[in-house]
């Protein structure tokens, strides 16, 4: 087969000499428009998993990639004055010349041709080849000649980043944060030979262009992170290796993916390599394992179907989708990754004290979590919880052993929950005339005894016409709080967890039957009116609800206020008002759902008003000493809908009013949502309001293991979990959860202390056997 790599960076390199080692007869050439020793940039890192596939695949090369690493363990973090360590992180760091400097050699020692000084036009001038590799990075030619095959899809991110080198050498992967005037300033920083570091500089848009850095020549940027980082250069200067580029070197980072890889051009073949088919940001440091493994598996791929040209087509298309799957998770974690580094200055930088500003950064990517930073560093780990339980009051144990996070207690206003976890309110539809019954004492009861420190009834619903179903729980008269009341009595006289009600009025997505009959679905007969933001209907055979006169608001206030009395009667601990999925105060807070043209439609402003009256009007008559959350739908997840961004505009709105709590929820409002779901994938908005809005949240959507409750609640991403499907799954998830992070020094409810004593010895019996 005739081969040509066009583009001799490591995705380019590292195939050719893979697959000339493979098999010797193939004719390969990599085709470079620079010379041998021109490189922009300065070291890269690679985890020990990339080094084992190397060692593997050619032991020749990785054996003097593995001789020319650095390799370091810790991670140390300058911030606000202090100077914080961690261990166990394990990285290695290869100066770039010298990674391809050990390719080119081994190319050539195998027998592949190197071409260099030659800038390819296109790959029609291979016409011949029976396989061309667009392995020419970023700024790819060949995928820009075919954009309508290939598809790229390309995302510019708003911050600016200097790739600098220094000769002083670091032995920790260090970052530096910086406050200037104008915003904050980050270095990446990491040794790659006996010589010199690389220094990446980070920084907002904003803070970029306030402090002139555009106008600046790379000179003038130099001197200013000089001056800014001098501390941690401690009088050694930073260096630029790209004096080619034009202007002041300042760059942005672009978020590559391809639609399609590979592309027959009436001649050869042609497939996307590395950085041509995707980019990693380097807040993860990724971009060359991800060439490195590109290459391995086509190569594999090769092996698999064999190496004679007819087999190319199966070989592009197994190669693409095993790729398209590593590469979307790799990216997925370098995305939140980034993204922290993007809003580090005004949401954590400026709020959260030093201790766990450092364990948010090492828990950015939400790969790494609680458990495993124990693996990393157990030390480390257990100061930080120690630190952490201080800040919840609690007292290490005589033997110095605190609770993890989520076991610690916390207060809001004159109610102290015993740990961070909340069964999150879950329409059971199995009330008779809204009345909290024995199903429900049984159900909400058990999870009461199962650990749970706050316990959510459903969306309970303020008037007959406010019910989302028939079988949903009501609290419109005495007998239904006297339901309530017999609940709560049980709670607190059996258990140390609290209650809360969820108040709530289903508006356009009411008078539908019961979920199991079909969710969503109008009820055929024995419906009601519905009333809502605007004339929309939820389903295309939805009822169209009334838009909503003020006539209809007096009374449905009356119906919250009327509520709250009969729940303050039940002795209640907290009340949530529920603003979220689409009912009816979240109906006037989406735009796609209030279409109204008067002072409760148009601007955030006239969005809130309504929901906010009701807040006001139920804490009023709410007890002082109780809190009042607020679930919000944080993304609509559909374009013209609510985003993050406005949640947290609501969030302050509510903030300001008097809400306690701001419950992070999302969608729901709109049919033809695109939610994206994933382990902890709403916690983001809980972070983003908690930390730049500057209230207390919960985090809820998909938290399903203590490991994620303990990671999110010590970042300080939120103050408090809920858990709804696992609580379905399990009435005992907080307790069993506690076991199987082996913490014993939990109480159980005493009728059931035999249970606990075998249930911890049968999960101790059974890791021992593993
Ligand atoms: C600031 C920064 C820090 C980074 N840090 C890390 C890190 O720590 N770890 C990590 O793994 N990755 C890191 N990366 C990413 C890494 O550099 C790339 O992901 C990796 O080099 C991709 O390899 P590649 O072979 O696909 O592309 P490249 O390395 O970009 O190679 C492409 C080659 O093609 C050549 N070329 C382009 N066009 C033509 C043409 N028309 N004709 C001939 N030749 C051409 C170029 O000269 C170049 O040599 C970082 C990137 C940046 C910007
Ligand atoms: C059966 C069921 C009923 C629900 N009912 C409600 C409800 O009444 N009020 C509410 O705010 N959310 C409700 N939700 C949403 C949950 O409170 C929670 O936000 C969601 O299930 C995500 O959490 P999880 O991943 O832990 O299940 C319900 C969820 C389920 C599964």
Redesign the pocket.
Known sequence: MRIVC????????YFALLMKKQNPAHEISV????RPY?????????SDATMEAMRAWDPDSAAEIEDAFNHWDDIEVWFKGTRQRTSGHGFV?IG?KKL?NILQRRCEALGVELVFE????SDLDYADADLVIA????????RNRYQEVFEPDLVTRPNR?I?LGTNKLYDAFTFDFRKTDHGWFQAHI?KFDDKTS?F?VETTEDAYEKHGLGQMDQQGSIDFCQDLFSEVLDGAELMTNARHLRGSAW?N?NRLICGKWSHFNGHSHVVL?????H??H?AI???????ID?AIELTNQFNRHGHAKEQIPAVLEDYEEIRRVDVARIQNAARNAMEWFEVVGRRYADTLPPEQFMYSMLTRSQRISHENLRLRDKAWLEGYERWFASQAGVEPSADGRVPPPMFTPYTMRGVTLTNRIVMSPMAMYSAKDGVLDDFHLVHLGARALGGAALVFGEMTCVSPDARITPGCLGLWNEKQAEGWKRFVDFVHGNSTAKVGIQLGHAGRKGATKLAWEGIDQPLQTGDWPLISASALPYLKNSQVPKAMDRADMDRVKADFVRATELAVTTGADWLELHCAHGYLLSSFLSPLTNRRTDEYGGSHENRARYPLEIFNAIRAVWPEDKPISVRLSCHDWFEGGNTPDDAAIFAQMFKDAGADMIDCSSGQVWKEEKPVYGRLFQTPFSDKIRNEVGIPTIAVGAISEADHANSVIAAGRADLCAVARPHLADPAWVLHEAARIGLTDIAWPKQYYSGKQQYETNLARAAAAK
């Open positions: 066009i583009g001799g960076g490591p995705a380019g390199l085709v470079e428009r620079n021109d490189t922009f940039g300065w070291g890269v890192v690679f760091g770039r391809l030659t800038d390819v036009a392995s020419d990075g970023f700024n790819s030619k060949i980043y790739w990491y690389t990446i760059l980072f390599m590395g950085d041509a088919a980019t990693a380097f440091g990724s971009g060359t394992k991800l060439a590109d």
